[in-house]
């Protein structure tokens, strides 16, 4: 802990870049995971419900069972989960790194420093589209990290801002 | 067929016409054991029509993909073209080559060709393209062609790595036609090259060899030798100690004596063939295993019937491991592998740098490769006392299970060994517990941690791609966390139940471009 007394004070003074300015996903992904969480489960509580209504001799007590297992996992998903999800996250995008955090059981922050990127990709699904979001994905050498939802313009941002930023060193 | 296609520009060339034989007995190799079953169910006659005719069409469609496949290197790109319907282009830039690499198998040293591979940054199935055969003159023009704009500027080995990542092709004594005397089987003009220390480029050393008696050590301690030994040897004791009074009195109902006898027999002579197998493995893998270096680069040759030779740029090594296996820490050895960022393909092998060398010799052995990772001149910090508790929990939640159902066995003194899945989970979580540790200084970030074996990354801090700080519910009741840091995409350094202030510290560390090196 005590080496290197010139460089070391300095950058430990220095903090990390989700110290001082963090991010939070913008609140539009929260009817954007609704809703995308409520087209996923749509088959997965009609084919039980038809299956229900359609085969005969099944005690009532099974039929319902059938019935509100999926619906009440689809509500709980929808009304609860989704909105952590959006609470669990936030980046920030300093001058020397990339920070972010998430996670709800096991919180993981990630650490990436801007010099490794080597490019950025910015996706956006049909759904994604009509809420104005995309995804933004940073590709480094030793994997991706990524950003499940930014508004577009802001994802445009600082797509542009971390290809200015890594244009610095342009090795592995 | 073949005549519709466009006249081959002069830049374009093919491959050497051994890619035929090459890969046509690739073809039949991978066809034996259906000829095998036709020859035998079909009869002769039958059989061998039908194993003819496949013959001919493994060496027709050998033949159309050699006639199809094109190669170029134009404007510093590699332009490789194939296919006989659908053409497929692929184009590789010079400078995102990460490695050239060379290998000679049997077919290959049959022909006197090798196989060259290209190796880029990034990744995934589409990162290497091999060309199966090409003379040693057209692989050096390739290399040339690849390479030769590579900076020479750089010859402290750090200098800048973007377009010098392509390498001799580092079979020693290629390079010229009058050393070639003494290996005829290898070709008309160059040498096996398997040739010793005097077939070196003038400005390029041996960093290391591996001796006779190295390569017998690392067969012998290779651990899929050590668990085939420690398991015929286990039921080896457990034939003779139990079976004779009271299992078999048990078992003799149901099974008979001399059945078990031959399971018995069976099993242990097949795990003693498996050892033996894996010691010939090893030999042939690392035989003849040789590490020389020249201003830039690395060249790692491995392999007896198989030969390759890796390049590493010297400036690409951002970390090495030390990989520790329990047995080979008891004996004083240790290997050594490379961490390169954006190596494809990387499995335990082509990262092997040293495959066993004696602990002490390490310090040396890297201040001559990578100088600039610092060797920690200080004991590394440990985890916290009050953290070391809790690696015991993982190995005895994993152990419990074994001891639970030998608790309940019916036979009577398995329940007294039920204490030794327990005691195996102590002592391990103890002695991750022990090697757990780590240190910030000169620039280098050391880590060390133990599944198994003991494996200590020692990791350029400013060439981190990533550093992760994760913490579980637990983990955060204690103020503790787990950082993980990685410099490839293969394989990452973590360690375990670390104070999470200390964590937060090192995060703002890592990674930091003006850390100062060791002078």
Redesign the interface.
């Known amino acids: ?1 005590d ?2 007394p ?3 004070t300095s ?2 003074d ?3 870049p989700g110290d001082v300015a963090r991010s939070e996903l913008p609140e539009r992904v929260v009817p954007y995971w609704r809703l995308a969480s409520a087209l996923s489960w749509l088959p997965l509580s009609v084919i039980p419900i038809g299956a229900a209504a359609t085969v005969p001799d099944l005690p009532i007590v099974l039929r319902a069972l059938i019935v509100a297992v999926p619906l009440l996992a689809a509500l709980i998903d929808i009304v609860v989960v989704q909105p952590r999800r959006r609470a669990i996250w936030w980046y920030a995008i300093g001058d ?2 990339i920070d972010l955090q998430h ?1 709800w ?9 801007i ?2 990127v ?1 490019h950025v990709e910015l996706q956006q699904g049909p759904l994604a589209r009509r809420f104005d979001l995309a995804k933004l994905e940073i590709h ?4 991706s ?1 990524a950003i499940p939802a930014l508004d577009r313009t802001e994802g445009e941002r600082i797509r542009q801002r971390i290809a200015d930023l890594a244009r610095v060193a ?3 | 067929m073949t005549s519709d296609l466009p006249e081959a520009p002069p830049l374009e060339r093919r491959l050497h016409p051994a890619a035929t034989a090459i890969d046509g007995l690739r073809h039949a190799r991978g066809a034996a054991t259906g000829a095998l079953v036709v020859l035998v169910s079909q009869g002769l006659v039958v059989g061998g029509i039908i194993t003819a005719g496949l013959l001919t069409l493994a060496t027709f469609a050998a033949f159309l993909n050699w006639r199809t496949t094109r190669y170029a290197v134009i404007d510093d790109t590699l332009r490789l073209r194939t296919g006989l319907f659908s053409r497929h282009e692929r184009n590789i830039p010079a400078s995102r080559i990460s490695a050239l690499d060379t290998s000679r198998g049997i077919l290959q040293r049959i022909f006197g060709v090798v196989a060259v591979h290209v190796q880029t940054a990034g990744g995934g199935k589409e990162a290497e393209i091999s060309l199966r055969a090409v003379s040693f003159a057209e692989a050096e023009r390739l290399r040339r062609e690849l390479g030769h704009r590579a900076p020479r500027s750089a010859s402290d080995g750090r200098g800048p790595d973007a377009a010098d990542g392509v390498g001799d092709l580092g079979f020693p004594g290629d390079a010229g036609p009058t050393s070639d005397a003494s290996f005829a089987a290898t070709g008309p003009r160059f040498t096996n090259p398997a040739g010793d220390a005097d077939h070196l480029a003038p400005d390029e050393s041996v960093v290391y060899a591996i001796t006779p008696r190295e390569l017998v050590l690392a067969a012998l301690t290779s651990p899929s030798v050590a668990v085939a030994g420690a398991a015929s040897a286990a039921i080896f004791s457990l034939a003779s100690d139990a079976l004779p009074s009271r299992l078999q009195r048990q078992l003799a109902t149901s099974v008979d004596e001399l059945t078990l006898t031959a399971v018995i027999v069976l099993a242990i002579v097949g795990l003693l063939l498996a050892a033996v197998v894996s010691v010939i493995g090893t030999i042939l893998m690392f035989g003849g295993f040789r590490v020389t270096r020249d201003d830039r680069r690395l060249r790692v040759r491995r392999g007896l019937l198989t030969e390759r030779v890796g390049t590493i740029p010297l400036g690409r090594i951002h970390g090495v491991r030390i990989v520790e296996s329990p047995l080979r820490q008891l004996l004083g050895l240790a290997a050594i592998e490379v961490e390169v960022a954006g190596y494809a393909g990387q499995d335990e092998v082509t990262r092997t740098l040293v495959p066993l060398i004696n602990r002490d010799a390490i310090p040396a052995l890297l201040a001559d490769i990578v100088p600039a990772i610092a060797w920690p001149d200080r004991p590394l910090e440990p985890v916290p006392v009050r953290a070391r508790r809790r690696y015991l929990t993982l190995p005895l939640v994993v152990t419990l299970p074994f001891a639970t159902a030998l608790l309940v066995a019916p036979i009577g003194w398995l329940r007294i060994v039920a204490i030794v899945p327990l005691g195996i989970g102590v002592l391990v979580g103890s002695l991750q517990a022990r090697a757990a540790g780590w240190l910030l200084a000169g620039g280098t970030f050391t880590i060390r941690s133990r599944r198994f074996a003991r494996s200590t990354l020692l990791a350029q801090s400013s060439r981190l791609q990533r550093a992760e700080f994760s913490t579980s519910p637990f983990q955060r009741r204690a103020n503790l966390g787990t950082i993980a840091v990685r410099l490839s995409n293969a394989r990452r350094g973590q360690i375990r139940h670390l104070d999470a202030t200390e964590i937060h510290e090192l995060l703002q560390r890592l990674g930091r471009t003006p850390e100062t090196p060791a002078s």
């Open positions: 802990m080496d290197e010139s460089s070391k950058i430990v220095r903090p990390l020397e790194q996670g059981m096991i919180v993981t922050r990630t650490v990436v420093p010099t490794r080597q480094t050498a030793a994997g990290v342009d090795d592995l």
